[in-house]
């Protein structure tokens, strides 16, 4: 059941595009400060943000490292009490400048309007380590995940890896990307790009929005990955034949 939570809190996570984000206050000491941010998560479950020099969060956290971060899935309609949420407790700190170049561009892949701040405000890359995460998965389905719980089997590629994957699968095979869209979020656009892949799944971007899509297996290797987007692709290729017949 901890095992099902954890990946329940993990897929929350990844389906979600921003978060509200608490760090301790500069300005009023010792109050917490809330607001919504973007954000990116990696293979071990860690949360990427990317920050304005000028913003609190900054300031904030360049005095406490201390942050929270809450994804919720928000109810179209009914109680909201009853639809699952994911708090995650830890502290962030500053990307390392050796890391950032190639962390920067995954990001920009996934927010590509990102692409304009390299030359305002002094953003800069922030990277939360994880604590501890609570999970509430609706009424009574309420767990602590540990941290080793929370992270996962790291792949045996690096950033770089990443993006070459990325853009093999844009330049060679952009129908399989539309037909994944299809057969995962029955959307269907002209446009859509691979923009990551992590070990347990990928995002595809279509009409200004990241979509993630769920992987079958854990892929801790490129053959694995590669095999799993054949899966899929096929599988969207079978559902397109079949409604055709209809």
Known sequence: MREQAAFEARTLVRQSNVCVISTISKNLAGYPFGSVSPFMSDNEGRLVFYIAGI?????????????CATVFDAAEQGDQNAHARVTIVGDATLVPEDECEALLA???RQYPEAVSYRQAHDFALWRMDVKR???IGGFG??????KDEWQQAQPQWDLNDE????????QDHSDANRLILKLTHNIEAQDVTMTTILTDGCYLRANEKNHYVQFEKHCLDATSVRKELVRLTKAAREQKAELSTI
């Open 106 to 108: 995954r990001y920009e």
């Open 141 to 146: 389905h309420i767990f602590w995940i540990e």
């Open 163 to 170: 993006a070459n994957m990325v853009e093999h699968m844009n």
């Open 55 to 67: 913003a609190q969060h900054s300031r904030n956290l360049s005095e406490d490292s201390k942050v």
């Open 133 to 135: 995460v609570r999970y």
